[in-house]
């Protein structure tokens, strides 16, 4: 999959139940922030589906904490191949909406293709850019994005641009793991400081997501 710092902007999607309003892209200049960034996994997207992901993330604890639940509207930033966006959109039912979002416009026509073959009507994508993940205005209660924040080569604009998305009240989810930014993960005292800067404060901070005492969940909303 494409790195967030590589691919650019690619024709956005449809959404049945949002209306897509004028996106401003952030301006890099803005951002104060000098660290490297990862280049994903580019090869199947099957990789991510392995069969005990959920048990070793904790999945349906991690959207109890996001507050995820029946009616709500979720964004999946960095969807890849739709893992979370499909247990998502069976969280929220047919009131809710899950807006899958990616870079890579292979990803997004492949959660399509599955949202229909698991019939998932309440599923709607969306392609982004690197630096703006251009989801309508007002549209999301919760914001998962699930080791993609390591690849944001500008990320406090980018998080700044993400705001207009949020409702009141609204959650941002981060799940990685520490490292240095190149190595698939980032340190958890830059990603704190990096939505201090985007105009978040830190309101949860977990450790249960994978066993292995790297990996880390974080909780945002905005100031």
Do not use: C
């Not at 104060?32 to 991510?48: A, E, H, K, N």
């Not at 890849?80 to 039912?93: I, L, P």
């Amino acid at each position: 999959m494409p790195s967030r710092a590589q691919t650019g902007a690619g024709t956005q999607r449809t959404l049945d139940k949002a209306t897509v309003g004028m996106s401003t892209s952030p301006d890099p200049t803005e951002d104060v922030t000098q660290r490297p960034t990862s280049t994903p996994y580019s090869g199947d997207l099957s990789i991510f589906e392995y069969p005990d992901r959920d048990k070793k993330l904790q999945i349906e604890r991690v959207m109890d904490l996001l507050g995820i639940v029946p009616g709500k509207n979720v964004a999946d930033i960095g969807a890849g191949s739709g893992w979370f966006t499909v247990r998502a959109s069976r969280r929220v039912g047919p009131a809710g909406v899950v807006i899958a979002e990616d870079i890579n416009p292979l990803a997004i026509e492949y959660i399509g293709k599955r949202a229909l073959k698991e019939n998932l009507p309440n599923v709607r994508t969306v392609l982004g850019s690197p630096d703006d993940p251009r989801l309508p205005g007002g549209s999301v209660d919760a914001v998962l994005m699930l080791k993609v924040y390591h690849e944001i080569v500008h990320p406090v604009p980018t998080m700044k641009v993400l705001q207009k998305a949020l409702r009141p009240g609204a959650k941002v989810g981060i799940i990685d793991r520490n490292g240095n930014g190149a190595d698939h993960g980032l340190n958890h005292e830059v990603v704190v400081k990096e939505m201090g800067q985007a105009g978040y404060r830190l309101v949860g901070t977990y450790d249960f997501t994978k066993a292995d005492g790297q990996d880390y969940f974080l909780i945002f909303q905005v100031r």
